[in-house]
């Protein structure tokens, strides 16, 4: 077995992880005791990592370019020539017919370094155009925006050290427990060291992160600006504001004062629904502790005013001087593994190279020398959104989307399919080749990924960490920044620069981008020419800045107090309260919050393969308070149609305390391939900030109510490891072919269940089941021979039930009408029962589990796979937390699910 150091593609804590391999196959993963990100933890999708890249997921790999010749053809298989001289041939013919701005390319903060770097070179530099903008604009482009307001540049001054500093920390609009957990296993050990630090968590939900709180303030949506200013004004009234601080280092406190003077704590209290004395603890907490810290993500960023929402946080900070001390400052969390690179680059449509300013003539005029060409571009690109509607309008006509699953993640779902469709070309450069995106790819490119790439990513904490390649690439699969290179190449030669082409792209690997983007770094406030590929491997990750002739990367930044801005002063940003792009009406009188579960990463490209990973929600639902559902009479698990201005969605109930009345929340991650429709993301506004131009994807205002159309129809497929170890059926194929189905139903649900011998699930409900399509469904899992399989079918009572009984496994199972039980049937498939346990409920009229029978609940501790059941029964039976982690183990591994047991327990003495 060999082992090779790299770093998890999640998410933006940065994790090293070893990748233990053999023979050309990834055969584990572990944490890497050296990396200063997690010294050697993982989280549960960092555990798995290896599970996602077993032998039976080449199944949903793009394995080879792919070609539509007509729009209206499939694609077929096409060599790497082919591919890349036809995209070169019509990105040229529209660009010399419509001009640069006629084409665009949407990439992603899960590109690497030197990927990044070159699709903006050849974007910016070759092309000509500015239309480069990535999944970033999702993500953290608020943040930037807030950053560069507020301080000067985008530059994350704290570090996770901080974090055991830090007297009082707050958390705003972060789930971190779900979305950082090895950021938070660091909150754990520092309240552990230190029991008087203080954790203050601003959230509209009770998230697990905010279960652990000392303090939580369950805001109404969108409303953080009005609390922020209603904490300056009692900080100003207090006497507790940092008058040294604001006057040697800052500008812009008066205006402010103006405006916080009206955010009295009674004003904020009935605009954010919260008590006044939280506000006015809140901040004390804040102004009076020795350390303040806070730690902010989405819940700020998705707004249509997310960059005030920042700056707001911001001004905080500054006016307690609280900042550019340890444990003191404001720390953006950064959602994607390498969205800070990308942004280090400038990769999106507003920003230039090493955080040069696009406006600036000067900045333009280095970037242009450091490139060796004539100029760039000064006007702005498209940003996302923008970028969506003008492929609809026709304005763009190509775009080459790498790495990012627009027509899963944006907003307004029903705007993006219609530009896919409608554009003239698009290539899609995918890892995974059954992505909603994928759908619409005229050109399909298959990239490398995780495991198999090389280069670099930089986290939350400026750390740059090398990312290695443990395995050599599948099929045909190319790296990213060779594909780039490549057709660059080809695309100069056609637009007479082939000679400018060929030295612009001369690169033989990575290493040789990475030095270029460090020679452009110099001298800026992200300055790495102290750093290099050598030292990375030999050292381990270091922090920016970290300058030529320097000892160590700076892990704080504005320890002197002075600022990256013309005057050197940091900015006080005159931030107001807005109101949301939607406001609940008496058509769609309910908020709809959107975010993350624990063990599932965006559209589920990756995670979705793993069995293990839904056992912790398992399928898509709508998380609900229990006065809502019983004022619209719904019970947990019924079935509700959610209608935003825009779409509607399926999906089942699920009661929760985690939301307040007059709220929902629906997980982010169910697109149109798991279930029916085109995804959650039909529901939510694509209105954006107008400075960040970030969607405003935390919103929406709905109406729900129970849908109870059609008949409701579960498939099940359960898979076996034969004697090599291959799982039979492979189960990843068997969803690929159910998926095919999906568009036939008004709800449906296509997920995993069980670890080893998993089990692919169907639930679907369509207006009228018809014989053929029942039938044809039954193909796809083998239930189609009449010789094998076991029948019950009884029209009246609307029952109809299928089985296939392999040796002694019940392996496939068709239920028609009636299906209550299958949440309980899919648990004995998985956990292995034989088939004469259920026979007899098999060829009865039995339409609901046995007495005493019931599904075993969702898998807390996905290590040890306990679940919750069990776990809260052992608890009533008096187990202590302890007790329970020493008989069943759980949450001793990864830790991810420790914060959700000490919910349990808590839940139970309550
Ligand atoms: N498991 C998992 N981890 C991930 C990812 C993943 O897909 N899965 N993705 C990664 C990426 S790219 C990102 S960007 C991060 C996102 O990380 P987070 O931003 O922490 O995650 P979210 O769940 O999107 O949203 C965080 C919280 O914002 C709250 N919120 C909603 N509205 C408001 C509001 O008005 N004010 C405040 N203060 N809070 C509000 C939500 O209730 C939610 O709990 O996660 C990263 N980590
Ligand atoms: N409602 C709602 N919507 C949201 C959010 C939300 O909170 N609420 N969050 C937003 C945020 S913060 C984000 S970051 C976005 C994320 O949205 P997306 O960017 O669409 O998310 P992913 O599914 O991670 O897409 C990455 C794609 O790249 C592929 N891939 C993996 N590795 C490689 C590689 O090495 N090369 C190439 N070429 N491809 C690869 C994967 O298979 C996957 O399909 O979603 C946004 N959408
Ligand atoms: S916290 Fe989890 S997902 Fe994020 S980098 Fe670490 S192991 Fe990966
Ligand atoms: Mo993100």
């Not at 070159?118 to 530099?125: D, R, S, Y």
């Not at 900080?235 to 507790?240: D, N």
């Not at 700056?311 to 500054?318: Q, R, V």
């Not at 612009?504 to 983007?517: K, Q, V």
Request: with cysteine; net charge neutral; proline share 5%.
């Amino acid at each position: 077995m060999a082992e090779t150091k790299s770093t998890c593609c999640y998410c933006g804590v940065g994790c090293g992880v070893v990748i233990e391999h053999e023979a050309g196959r990834i055969t584990g993963v572990r944490g890497d005791p050296d990396h200063p990100a997690n010294f050697g933890r993982l989280c549960t999708k960092g555990s798995t990592l290896h599970l996602s890249a077993s032998p039976e997921t080449l199944a949903a790999r793009a394995l080879h370019p792919e070609l539509r010749a007509r729009r209206t053809d499939a694609r077929t298989r096409v060599s790497w020539d082919d591919a890349l001289d036809t995209a070169a041939d019509k990105f040229a013919a529209i660009i010399a017919e419509h001009g640069p701005d006629a084409v665009a390319i949407y990439g992603a903060g899960q590109l690497l370094t030197e990927d990044y770097y070159v699709f903006n070179k050849l974007m910016k530099g070759l092309i000509g155009s500015n239309n480069l903008d990535t999944n970033s604009r999702l993500c953290m482009s608020s943040a930037v925006a807030g950053y560069k307001l507020s301080l000067g540049a985008d530059a994350p001054p704290c570090s996770y050290e901080d974090i055991r500093h830090t007297e009082a920390l707050f958390i705003s609009g972060s789930n971190t427990a779900f979305a950082h957990p090895i950021a938070f296993r660091r909150v754990e050990d520092a309240r552990k060291a230190n029991p008087d630090m203080k954790l203050v968590v601003i959230d509209p939900r009770r998230t697990d992160t905010a279960e652990a709180a000392d303090l939580h303030l369950p805001l109404i949506p969108g409303t953080d600006i009005a609390l922020y200013n209603a904490m300056l004004h009692v900080m100003l009234w207090e006497g507790w504001v940092n008058r040294d601080y604001i006057d040697a280092h800052t500008e812009g406190f008066d205006a402010l004062k103006k405006i916080v003077r009206e955010y009295t704590p009674a004003m904020a209290a009935s605009i954010c629904g919260l008590d006044k004395n939280a506000i006015e603890q809140a901040a004390q907490i804040f102004a009076t502790s020795k350390a303040t810290m806070s730690m902010y993500c989405q819940g700020l960023n998705q707004f249509s005013f997310g960059t005030h929402n920042n700056s707001a946080l911001i001004n905080l900070h500054l006016a307690t001087g609280q900042i550019g001390r340890p444990g003191a400052g404001p720390f953006s969390l950064t959602g994607q593994p390498n969205a800070m690179g990308g942004r280090e680059v400038g990769g999106l449509a507003n920003l230039l190279s090493a955080h040069r300013d696009m406006a600036n003539p000067a900045h333009r005029a280095e970037v242009a020398a450091l490139w060796g060409v004539d100029s760039v571009p000064a006007t702005p690109g498209k940003s996302a959104v923008e970028l969506f509607k003008a492929l609809k309008s026709g304005e763009v006509k190509a775009v080459w989307i790498a790495c990012t699953n627009p027509a899963q993640s944006m907003p307004d779902q029903a705007l993006i399919h219609d530009a896919l469709k409608t554009a003239e070309f698009v290539i899609v450069q995918e890892a995974f080749g059954h992505t909603e995106t994928c759908t619409y790819a005229d050109l399909l490119l298959p990239a490398t990924t995780w495991g198999e790439k090389d280069g670099t990513v930089t986290n939350s904490e400026r750390a740059i960490t090398r990312v290695r390649a443990a395995v050599s690439a599948p099929g045909e699969a190319r790296h990213d920044w060779a594909i780039v290179v490549d057709f660059a190449r080809r695309l100069g030669t056609r637009l007479g620069k082939g000679a400018l082409a060929e030295r612009m792209f001369s690169y033989a690997s990575p290493e040789e981008i990475w030095n270029e983007h460090r020679e452009s770094t110099r001298g800026r406030d992200l300055d790495i020419t102290g750093m290099s590929y050598t030292m990375l491997e030999q050292a381990g990750p270091q922090q920016w800045p970290f300058p030529e002739g320097a000892s160590a990367g700076k892990v704080r930044l504005y320890e002197d107090g002075v600022y990256p801005t013309p005057t050197g002063r940091a900015r006080f940003v005159a931030t107001e309260h807005r109101i949301t792009a939607e406001s609940p009406s008496a058509h769609y009188p309910l908020h709809l919050n959107t975010g993350r579960l624990r063990d599932q990463w965006h559209g589920m490209s990756r995670t979705g393969l793993v069995a293990r990973l839904y056992s912790h929600e398992s399928e898509p639902l709508l998380h609900m308070h229990q006065d809502d559902m019983e004022r619209r009479r719904l019970a947990d698990g019924d079935l509700v149609k959610v209608k935003s201005r825009r779409g509607e969605v399926v999906l089942k109930i699920q009661q929760s305390a985690t939301v307040r009345p007059g709220q929902c929340f629906v997980p982010m991650h169910w697109g149109g391939n798991t279930m029916g429709g085109q995804g959650v993301n039909v529901l939510m506004p694509s209105d954006f900030d107008p400075t960040s131009k970030q969607p405003e994807l935390k919103h929406a205002a709905v109406q729900v109510e129970k849908y109870t159309a059609g008949k409701s129809l579960v498939l099940m497929r359960r898979s076996e490891a034969d004697a090599d170890g291959n799982l039979q059926p492979n189960p990843l194929a068997v969803m690929d072919r159910l998926r095919q189905w999906l568009p036939h139903f008004p709800y449906a649900s296509l997920t995993l269940a069980g670890r080893n011998s998993p089990v692919v699930m169907l639930k679907a409900r369509g207006e009228e089941l018809a014989p053929e399509l029942i039938e044809a469904l039954d193909r796809e899992i083998a239930l189609d021979d009449p010789t094998r399989v076991l029948s019950y079918q009884d029209s009246r009572k609307d029952v109809a039930k299928r089985a296939l009984v392999e040796g002694d496994s019940l392996t496939a199972v068709r239920l028609a009408g009636e299906t209550k039980a299958a949440d309980w049937l899919a648990d004995m498939m998985v956990q292995g029962h034989s088939a004469a346990a259920v026979r007899q409920w098999l060829l009865a009229p039995l339409t609901q589990p046995p007495a005493g029978q019931a599904a075993r609940g969702k898998v807390i501790c996905n290590c040890f796979d306990v679940a919750e059941d069990d776990i809260l029964a052992a608890f009533r039976a008096g187990e202590s937390l302890d007790g329970l982690q020493a008989r069943t183990k759980c949450g001793t591994n990864c830790g991810s699910c420790v914060p959700e047991l000490k919910r349990l327990r808590q839940s139970v003495s309550n």
